[in-house]
């Protein structure tokens, strides 16, 4: 299912050394449970994000585990240390195998 | 004992009550499992997870739901009344601010979310929230 996903990010512009910032994370993926049957009765096969890791000049900030039971475009909202200025990267692993990524800059001030 | 018909439609309610019952735990023990596989039957403390979920929710396919376990090394949610009670792990890396996050899950009914939260001494402790779901989100 790699057609129409799209990651959506908020991190805030900048900063200050150290501080911390809310971050925001959308993908649009319509996280098919596996639990649906179709108008024939036949169960429509698993189709879901199954991980999700947010990362901050290579030192991780969070790891998620993602289960058939999230939401249809998948959304979370974290908190991070921000101890210079550089680069989030977001990352999001397909149960077919796609990986979506996406990154931020982030300056300090 | 003389059956007379007082009798049998006590004995006729109760078993209906029983039976009722009975479909209930099924899934909790799907849960229970979940979690004794996640803490190897570890004791459980109370007190330090925080889950923010509404009271009720109106539509079961995206419950907004948080979980502040401060000190938490790696949170779990689980959803005692879906038909998977798995729903998501956290594992807080070093740069991770605060011991939180949110996410909108899905609900098939009236359930207790449960969060087990795994501390940084290797205890864990765990939080419920009964949440009151209008429309379920696992029909098709």
Known sequence: MASGVKPRVKVPKSASAGGTVTIKTLISHKMESGQRKDSDGNIIPRSIINRFTADFNGQNVIDVTLEPAISTNPYFEFEAVVPEAGEFKFTWYDDDGDVYETTKQITVS | ?140
């Open chain 2, 1 to 140: 004992m003389e059956l007379t018909r007082r009798k049998i439609l006590a004995i006729g309610s109760g078993t209906l009550a029983l039976a009722s019952l009975s479909s209930l735990p099924a899934f909790a023990n799907l849960t229970e499992e979940a979690i004794s596989a996640l803490t190897g039957g570890a004791d459980m403390g109370e007190g330090s997870v925080t889950i923010i979920a509404p009271e009720i929710a109106e539509n079961g396919n995206t419950v907004p739901v948080g979980v502040d376990a401060p000190g938490a090394v790696e949170i779990t949610l689980f959803a005692d009344g879906n038909p998977v009670p798995n729903v998501a792990t956290f594992k807080f890396g070093p740069l991770s601010a605060s011991r939180s996050a949110s996410t909108r899950i899905r609900l098939a009914k009236t359930q207790n979310v449960v969060a087990v939260a795994k501390m940084e001494d290797g205890s864990f402790q765990m939080a419920k929230a009964e949440v009151k779901v209008t429309i379920g989100g696992c029909g098709g």
